[in-house]
C-alpha cells in the first residue's frame, strides 16, 4: 500500500510562490514515477508535472512551463512542486499522484487526499 500525504498549500497572492510537498510511504516507493494534478470543482482533473522514480526524466504540461518545476528527494520520499509567478486561475485542489514502473507508461494509480491552492488578485 502506498500512503500520500501532501502540504505546503495556501492562500498566496498573485505573482507569489509556494512549494507543496508529497511525502510518499510504503512499500517500493523509491522505484515509482510521481507526479501533480490538480482540479478545479465542476472541471476535469488536470496533469501538471511528472518525474522518473530516479528524478532523471520530467514531464510537464505546456500552460506551466516556465513557472512550476518538479523535484524529488529519494532518501525522504518525497516530491516537490515549486511554483513561480502564481495566477489567480492556478487556484485549485493540487494533488499528488505515484505509479509503479516508468513515466511515461500506465495510469496512475496512487493519489492524496489533496492540498488547496488559492491565489488571490
Known amino acids: 500500500q502506498v500512503q500520500l500525504v501532501e502540504s505546503g498549500g495556501g492562500l498566496v497572492q498573485a505573482g507569489g510562490s509556494l512549494r507543496l510537498s508529497c511525502a510518499a510511504s510504503g512499500r517500493t516507493v523509491s522505484r515509482y514515477a510521481m507526479g501533480w494534478f490538480r482540479q478545479v470543482p465542476g472541471k476535469e482533473r488536470e496533469f501538471l508535472v511528472g518525474?522518473?522514480?530516479?528524478?532523471?526524466?520530467?514531464n510537464m504540461t505546456d500552460s506551466v512551463k516556465g513557472r512550476f518545476g518538479v523535484s524529488r528527494d529519494s532518501a525522504k520520499s518525497t516530491v516537490y512542486l515549486q511554483m513561480n509567478s502564481l495566477k489567480p486561475e492556478d487556484t485549485a485542489i493540487y494533488y499528488c499522484?505515484?505509479?509503479?514502473?516508468?513515466?511515461?507508461?500506465?495510469?496512475?494509480?496512487?493519489w492524496g487526499q489533496g492540498t488547496q491552492v488559492t491565489v488571490s488578485s
Open positions: 518525474i522518473s522514480w530516479n528524478g532523471v526524466r520530467t
Open positions: 499522484t505515484a505509479k509503479p514502473g516508468l513515466l511515461t507508461i500506465g495510469s496512475w494509480v496512487h
